[in-house]
């Protein structure tokens, strides 16, 4: 194979080459690994397929790190079953073979013909269907699979799949795998939390089955609501390929902290002090992270969010609690500071509610500093080998950045200007100026995901810039 050594290479061609690996969410060293496979070998056109009779399908694909894989999909029998139409579709975009399987129940919701013409590949669903038990059988059906997913997993598949029941071709593929199986559950909300379901639930977790969602909101049935929602293609698709992660690990070996969120600040048992961070972006950079095989800690404010894969994360109220979390978590390769640390707290924090005491007017309060977590690690003895910091700015972005970056010995600031009017704190987009000592970098706006990838990506450059040679 030709090679190159990246940190030869002029500035525009390493330019070009960072955002083609980051807009692939890959680090530049693989980036280039591939495109020199590319340039001996023709990359083949040919398309995901389980075997070679099967039918062609869209080379379109995304190429993820999952692509190439294969999937069997059961579709139970709910109205949430239209929404697997959507999920095939994402699953092809990705390079992702889907071989479905439908209940009959399933048929009442989608018909076979439309997931056939979506899917280009027939649909089974007959456990007597002589044609298709000769073409594949059953136990080569639930073999192929890299991975299994149920979706919609309705309470009574779930029962089935709980108790060991095989009376369907669905049913009998999920007892004869010996794949990993994750199930998207969709039902009413009362049959979410009855008690049978509940106990279903919890051996299907003992027996290994993944569960995605379900989510809370409305009903398929009108004015009905709660926690029964089936997650929504997207979600399904981002556990898929969790699951199906076999990507560089280019942080393997390494620990990161990270911190996300607000902080919560007491000033008697009911108030608090607080900001408005979501913590979208310090999980979204925690999940990156541990995707690219760093060992993170996420130590993460109160939020409305779930923990992310991949990652360990605590839960702190306060910025004292985060800050001894972090120096807890010490040493660390990488530590990235994205938490809107309280800058105060209230100095006596109340025992009892602070009462409005008739008629003298509000109460006053006398507030303290809090620690600067942040700078805190930039003067440590065991100071993370790449400091991180955000700056939140509503003005003199680059000027404030750059005083921040000083002032708390940070490697690099990533300042974002949170007065956007596209709304940064509690939103899903971010505009970046990143800030180190060879400069600023401007970076267009983008999802908060979007933002992590390219982050987990410079930080993989950054340790790999002195030894890399390809
Ligand atoms: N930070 C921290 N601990 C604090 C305050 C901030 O670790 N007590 C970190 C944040 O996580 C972020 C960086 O410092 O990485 C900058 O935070 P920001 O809120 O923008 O700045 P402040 O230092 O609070 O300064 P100001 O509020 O005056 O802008």
Not at 37 to 60: G, L, M, N, Q, Y
Request: with cysteine.
């Amino acid at each position: 194979m030709p090679s190159i050594t990246v940190r030869n290479l002029n500035n525009s061609v390493k330019q070009a080459l960072r955002e083609r690996a980051a807009r692939n969410g890959r680090s530049m060293e693989e980036e280039a690994r591939l495109l020199l496979a590319a340039a001996e070998v023709p990359a083949p056109k040919h398309i995901v397929s389980f075997d070679d009779a099967s039918s062609s399908r869209s080379a379109t694909s995304m190429n993820t790190e999952a692509g190439g894989k294969k999937i069997l999909l059961i579709i139970g029998g709910g109205i949430a079953a239209y929404k697997c139409l959507d999920l095939i579709r994402r699953l092809k975009e990705r390079g992702i073979s889907a071989r479905v399987v439908m209940t009959n129940a399933a048929k009442e919701f989608v018909t076979p013909l439309s997931i056939e013409a979506l899917n280009h590949d027939k649909v089974f669903a007959n456990l007597f269907d002589r044609e298709a038990e000769h073409d594949i059988g059953h136990i080569r059906l639930s073999r192929e699979a890299d991975l299994i997913v149920v979706a919609p997993a309705t309470a009574d598949l779930m029962a089935k799949m709980a108790n060991g029941h095989a009376d369907d071709l669905a049913s009998t593929v999920l007892m004869a795998t010996d794949k990993p199986i994750l199930v998207a559950p969709a039902m009413n909300p009362r049959m979410w939390s009855h008690p049978a379901t509940r106990r279903n639930r919890k051996t299907l977790e003992r027996d290994g089955v993944l569960l995605v969602g379900p989510a809370v909101g409305e009903m398929a049935e009108s004015g009905e609501s709660g926690k029964g929602r089936m997650a929504e293609p997207y979600e399904i698709i981002r556990s898929i390929e969790n699951l199906l992660d076999t990507s560089p690990k280019p942080l393997a070996g390494m620990r990161a902290i990270v911190t996300s969120g607000p902080t919560h600040e007491p000033i008697d048992p009911v108030r608090y002090i607080a900001n408005r961070s979501s913590g979208k972006q310090g999980h979204a950079i925690a999940e990156a992270l541990g995707r690219a095989g760093a060992e993170v800690i996420l130590v993460s404010g109160p939020v409305n969010l779930p923990d992310p894969s991949h990652v360990e994360t605590i839960h702190v109220e306060t910025a004292r609690e985060m800050q001894q979390m972090v120096e807890t978590a010490l040493p660390a390769k990488i530590a990235v500071m994205v938490a809107a640390v309280a800058d105060w707290r209230s100095t006596d924090e109340a025992d009892e509610k602070i009462k409005k005491d008739g008629g003298k007017g509000p109460t006053s309060l006398k507030l303290t500093e809090n620690p600067d977590i942040l700078k805190g690690l930039g003067h440590h003895e065991n100071r993370p080998d790449l400091l991180i910091g955000f700056a939140a700015e509503t003005e003199n972005i680059e000027e404030h950045a750059k005083t921040k970056l000083e002032r708390k010995k940070a490697d690099w600031i990533l300042a974002n200007d949170v007065s956007a009017d596209f709304g940064v704190m509690g939103g899903n987009q971010n505009s970046i100026k990143l800030l180190s000592a060879s400069g600023v970098e401007t970076w267009p706006q983008m999802s908060k995901e979007d933002v992590a990838k390219r982050l987990v990506d410079r930080i993989a450059n950054h340790f790999d810039w002195t030894t890399t040679s390809i």
